[in-house]
């Protein structure tokens, strides 16, 4: 099943940023970000528990936010100073935990995925 919806792909130069946004209305629990890229398993890069507290990995710290807006129940992960390391496939994740788990086997819902390709 596909209970999420991603938005904001798309193709950038390096150094660029984009924003991608995921309506997570009537969920609750740790929410994040994944990233799958052609021929890699899929890796969580950025996590938000229920509590707000956030989580990267290291390959986007510093450079990637992830934040939830309260009035429209919207999650976003912002990126900025993209590199071509960064082309995947990105998806956002529900958790029925509070805490983030690490691994893809720990999340209930997901999207479909949004393409983010920079060159």
């Known amino acids: 099943d596909v209970q999420l919806v991603e938005s904001g792909g798309g193709s950038v130069q390096a150094g660029g940023s984009l924003r991608l946004s995921c309506p997570v209305r009537?969920?609750?629990?740790?929410m994040a970000w994944f990233r799958q890229a052609p021929g890699k398993e899929r890796e969580r890069v950025a996590a938000?528990?229920?509590?707000?507290?956030?989580n990267y990995a290291a390959s986007v710290q510093g450079r990637f936010t992830i934040s939830k807006d309260g009035a429209s129940d919207t999650l976003y992960l912002q990126m900025n100073s993209l590199k071509a390391e960064d082309t995947a496939m990105y998806y956002c994740?529900?958790?029925?935990?509070?805490?983030?788990?690490?691994?893809?086997?720990?999340?209930?819902?997901w999207g479909r995925g949004t393409q983010v390709t920079v060159s």
């Open positions: 994740a529900v958790s029925l935990e509070y805490r983030c788990p690490l691994w893809t086997r720990g999340y209930k819902y």
């Open positions: 009537g969920y609750i629990g740790c």
């Open positions: 938000r528990d229920y509590d707000g507290v956030t």
